[in-house]
């Protein structure tokens, strides 16, 4: 048996492939076309692995471990752990290295139960594929038969024999055997959007077009893993799987860290702008301490406990257990998040373009009327539906699955002994119709139409009256149009059904073959709206989410529907209308527009694109082939688990059921990481701002250091410890109402602002302990640090409280409890530590009970001024987080 692998020869094996009869090369895979045993394709998976291409696998845990060490801020504090070490300040080697530990361990444990979520998560989305195999003899059944099941697609082998039909993708590169109309997306592979047509034909040696990788896709009869079905049907043997396919030779290349997000290049800008303030602000602290108090072995000390309290170690692990804590809660919800970071995108979406079936409808088909052209109930039509679509072997939807529930007609009709198979000429979204070819009694070849009304009415000469065959004149039709509109009206979809009679033939039938058509009738069917619509409607409204309707069905169905459930429709644009506009005015007209119908598949992607012009986050939900190309554009792509194969390959996010509401939970959720991500930033951006502040004015004026850099550097890791519960903290439901983007500005504009209001306090604390205490001499400094060490670490802390949220705090809007209890205790010990062993270890010394009185004074200012800044700051910027 010939295999074709990832080594240079694999180009030649396909085109040898290629040149074969199918018969050839089936001998040389050594199957047949009723397919592989199961025990032969146990041996073979054995042989040649699972059909998995190479992707990035999950990293061990000890390369998160390391990883985990390895970020700017981690970097930076082990730099100055070594100057420490140089210097011999062996305390502060023991609190960075603690500031470390705990900053990794964190990231690690976070990130190691992130990878964890989501390679449960995504286990639970799975991409099967029909393969045809041949139970083991057994002694009930010695001559077994083969069957059609579904595998998935890791199960399937070189040699197995599959069939494909418009929606799946390749699980393998394949051979065709057999083909009808087959048309193949190779865009994952070349780029190329337009569809190109396969064949079961063997290729002589100029159509193999040589044996380059370059040509390697113009092999007509040979499909490649990754790529999918447009339109037609196809059976095909298995030639390579895994990495040995095409797809998977590419895939080795391609493994490797995904481009960054918008989400990514946010945080990143944040974390190099508190990186370079550290590096600005440290030397001008060393240096007037320095100059001021003329130790600078001193100075030098404590501009590195500076630089260690501005780094935001925590940053990594707020942002990872976020994320992660969001793709869990969302599981919980029926939502699996296939990339974490999709999730900002989520709290971010102001536009949500989506279809009617499904999301506003039940997905539910009902077949309510079957009628003739002038709109008389008509058995004939419902029989000629039957055939057609119980014949049919392509994607079999909805309103199929209605028809066949008819299932009486099948003995009724004589399906296997009346009628036989001929041909079939598969959908596509171009003509929007398929058709069956069927033999009645081996006297005549009749052709069974349906699809589309238009398209129909488009390619029909006659209609049926009764036993008549009439032509189809201008009357005729407008009559037929107007049944149509009424049941449009109605709420109902309407597909029409033609037919057309042929003596007996051996060649195949055509897409030329469907013409001349006699119209029989119509079929209804409905869909009835979902009764939570409605209600997830206005949520979506209420949460700043503007729904448009983007469907494949007429306009008066559509707005039918959408009045059911309360959308304000407006003026509907049909799809014939977008060709003939240019971008810029698409942009307009989607901005304006609430309902687009009767759109093809690059028209939906036009539209996602126009709205992503103007600045809007755009999400997607489709399900099926036709939404592909409008799922890869969208910022979010949403697609369900009962899609096709395309559809949710080009996803971000997979619903376990199709529902607004599920949606609407996700929103919220993604708004609720992106507020508790911003809380964190905030908090260190204006604390650090406001202790830099603080420290610079100390400094000008005290002939002793304001803190020692140990009393620093344990200050900073109590603060630092006090933040990590904020990943459990809830968003104010004000908050979660608009939809919440990156802006950089804002975060620099809060930190110049919100940073000195804390500074005001810190110097009423030098005030009350140079003036008040008397410590304003070298011998007293250790009650002057002590002092300032409570109060700082006691305002950094209550600021977790104070920008939490925009309300009063602990008033109008409380922190979770794992929040209000951790900062409680960090407090606690702060005003313990002075009066601890280790305390006075550090050089702190106790403080006399009208301190603390003091204390709470200054406390109490602090929080109201802060309060009164943040009503101002509110009113001027219209926002806070």
């Given at each position: 048996m010939k295999i074709p692998t990832t080594t240079s020869s694999a180009p030649v094996a396909l085109a040898e492939f290629a040149r074969l009869p199918a018969n050839a090369v089936l001998e040389q895979l050594g199957v047949s076309r009723s397919g592989l045993s199961e025990t032969a394709a146990q041996e073979r998976i054995e042989q040649y692995g699972p059909n998995k291409v190479a992707h990035e696998a999950p990293p061990t845990w000890y390369f998160q471990l390391a990883h985990a060490f390895w970020n700017p801020f981690i970097g930076v504090l082990l730099a100055l752990g070594v100057l420490s070490y140089i210097t011999g300040d062996i305390g502060a080697v023991v609190v960075i290295s603690t500031l470390v530990t705990i900053s990794a361990l964190l990231v690690f444990f976070q990130e190691f139960r992130s990878n964890k979520a989501a390679i449960e998560l995504q286990a639970m989305v799975t991409t099967r594929a029909t393969v045809e195999r041949v139970n083991d003899a057994t002694e009930d059944e010695p001559a077994p038969t083969p069957t059609k099941r579904e595998l998935p697609i890791e199960a399937i082998v070189p040699g197995d024999i599959v069939h494909v039909s418009a929606g799946d993708m390749l699980p393998a590169d394949v051979r065709f055997l057999s083909s009808k109309d087959l048309f193949i997306s190779q865009s994952a592979l070349t780029g190329e959007a337009i569809p190109v047509e396969k064949s079961d034909a063997a290729m002589d040696d100029g159509g193999a077009a040589g044996t380059s990788a370059q040509s390697l896709t113009d092999l007509r009869n040979v499909g490649f893993m990754g790529t999918s079905v447009v339109s037609g049907t196809a059976s095909a043997v298995v030639l390579a799987t895994g990495g040995?396919?095409?797809?998977?030779?590419?895939?080795?290349g391609l493994v490797g860290q995904r481009p960054p997000t918008s989400f990514d290049i946010g945080v990143n800008k944040v974390s190099?702008?508190?990186?370079?303030?550290?590096?600005?602000?440290?030397?001008?602290?060393?240096?007037?301490?320095?100059?001021?108090?003329?130790?600078?072995?001193?100075?030098?000390?404590?501009?590195?406990?500076?630089?260690?309290?501005?780094?935001?170690?925590?940053?990594?692990?707020?942002?990872t257990a976020n994320l992660a804590k969001g793709a869990v809660t969302m599981a919980r919800h029926k939502t699996i998040v296939k990339r974490l970071n999709a999730i900002q995108n989520f709290g971010a979406m102001d536009v949500l373009c989506t279809d009617k079936t499904g999301t506003l409808t039940q997905d539910r088909i009902v077949l309510e009327?079957?009628?003739?052209?002038?709109?008389?109930?008509?058995?004939?039509?419902?029989?000629?539906?039957?055939?057609?679509?119980?014949?049919?072997?392509?994607?079999?939807?909805?309103?199929?699955?209605?028809?066949?529930?008819?299932?009486?007609?099948?003995?009724?009709?004589?399906?296997?002994?009346?009628?036989?198979?001929?041909?079939?000429?598969?959908?596509?979204?171009?003509?929007?119709?398929?058709?069956?070819?069927?033999?009645?009694?081996?006297?005549?070849?009749?052709?069974?139409?349906?699809?589309?009304?238009?398209?129909?009415?488009?390619?029909?000469?006659?209609?049926?009256?009764?036993?008549?065959?009439?032509p189809l004149d201008d009357e005729t039709r407008e009559t037929a149009l107007e049944v149509v509109q009424e049941l449009n009206e109605d709420g109902l979809r309407v597909i029409a059904i033609a037919y057309r009679e042929f003596p007996p033939r051996t060649e195949a039938f055509t897409v030329a073959d469907e013409g001349e058509l006699i119209l029989a009738g119509f079929m209804a069917f409905l869909d009835p709206p979902k009764d939570s619509a409605a209600p997830a409607l206005r949520a979506l409204k209420e949460a700043g989410v503007a729904v448009k309707i983007l469907t494949g069905d007429n306009a008066t169905v559509t707005r039918k529907v959408c009045r059911d459930v309360g959308l304000e429709v407006g003026d509907i644009v049909n799809g014939n209308d977008l060709d003939a506009l240019s971008d810029a005015e698409l942009s307009d007209l989607a901005e304006r527009t609430t309902v687009f119908a009767k759109l093809a598949p690059l028209q939906k992607t036009?539209?996602?694109?126009?709205?992503?012009?103007?600045?809007?986050?755009?999400?997607?939900?489709?399900?099926?082939?036709?939404?592909?190309?409008?799922?890869?554009?969208?910022?979010?792509?949403?697609?369900?688990?009962?899609?096709?194969?395309?559809?949710?390959?080009?996803?971000?996010?997979?619903?376990?059921?199709?529902?607004?509401?599920?949606?609407?939970?996700?929103?919220?959720?993604?708004?609720?990481?992106?507020?508790?991500?911003?809380?964190?930033?905030?908090?260190?951006?204006?604390?650090?701002?406001?202790?830099?502040?603080?420290?610079?004015?100390?400094?000008?004026?005290?002939?002793?250091?304001?803190?020692?850099?140990?009393?620093?550097?344990?200050?900073?890791?109590?603060?630092?410890?006090?933040?990590?519960?904020?990943?459990?903290?809830?968003?104010?439901?004000?908050?979660?109402?608009?939809?919440?983007?990156?802006?950089?500005?804002?975060?620099?504009?809060?930190?110049?602002?919100?940073?000195?209001?804390?500074?005001?306090?810190?110097?009423?604390?030098?005030?009350?302990?140079?003036?008040?205490?008397?410590?304003?001499?070298?011998?007293?400094?250790?009650?002057?640090?002590?002092?300032?060490?409570?109060?700082?670490?006691?305002?950094?802390?209550?600021?977790?409280?104070?920008?939490?949220?925009?309300?009063?705090?602990?008033?109008?809007?409380?922190a979770t409890w794992p929040v209000l209890t951790l900062t409680t205790i960090i407090m606690v010990i702060g005003m313990v530590l002075p009066f601890s062993p280790l305390g006075v270890h550090m050089g702190l010394t106790p403080l006399p009970a009208i301190y603390f009185l003091w204390l709470a004074l200054i406390v109490t200012a602090y929080i109201a001024l802060t309060q009164v800044v943040k009503v101002w700051y509110i009113k001027r910027y219209n926002a806070w987080l």
């Open positions: 040995r396919t095409y797809f998977g030779s590419m895939a080795k190099w702008l508190l990186i370079r303030f550290m590096v600005i602000m440290v030397p001008i602290v060393f240096v007037i301490n320095g100059l001021s108090k003329h130790n600078w072995v001193d100075a030098f000390m404590f501009g590195l406990a500076v630089a260690v309290g501005l780094t935001p170690e925590m940053l990594p692990m707020i942002v009327k079957h009628i003739n052209v002038i709109g008389e109930e008509d058995e004939e039509v419902l029989n000629l539906a039957y055939l057609n679509s119980v014949y049919q072997t392509g994607l079999k939807n909805l309103l199929d699955v209605a028809i066949l529930e008819k299932s009486y007609l099948y003995a009724q009709l004589g399906i296997d002994t009346t009628y036989k198979k001929i041909d079939e000429i598969p959908f596509d979204f171009v003509r929007r119709r398929m058709s069956v070819v069927v033999e009645r009694g081996k006297e005549v070849h009749e052709l069974i139409c349906k699809g589309a009304v238009e398209e129909i009415l488009g390619v029909s000469t006659h209609i049926r009256d009764e036993d008549r065959i009439v036009r539209v996602v694109q126009a709205l992503r012009a103007r600045g809007h986050t755009v999400g997607f939900l489709g399900d099926g082939i036709n939404d592909a190309g409008a799922l890869r554009e969208a910022d979010l792509g949403i697609s369900v688990d009962s899609a096709v194969d395309i559809a949710k390959e080009s996803a971000d996010i997979i619903l376990l059921e199709k529902s607004l509401m599920v949606l609407e939970e996700g929103v919220l959720e993604g708004r609720k990481i992106f507020g508790n991500i911003i809380k964190y930033i905030k908090m260190t951006a204006s604390s650090n701002y406001g202790n830099v502040f603080s420290v610079l004015v100390a400094s000008s004026f005290l002939p002793f250091l304001p803190m020692l850099p140990i009393q620093l550097l344990v200050l900073n890791l109590l603060y630092n410890i006090s933040q990590t519960t904020i990943p459990f903290d809830d968003m104010d439901a004000d908050y979660l109402l608009v939809p919440r983007k990156w802006s950089a500005d804002d975060i620099g504009r809060f930190m110049l602002i919100i940073g000195p209001t804390s500074s005001v306090f810190d110097m009423a604390t030098f005030a009350v302990m140079w003036w008040v205490f008397k410590a304003n001499a070298p011998a007293n400094q250790s009650l002057f640090q002590s002092g300032w060490f409570i109060e700082s670490l006691i305002s950094q802390t209550l600021v977790v409280h104070l920008i939490r949220t925009a309300k009063i705090p602990f008033i109008q809007s409380r």
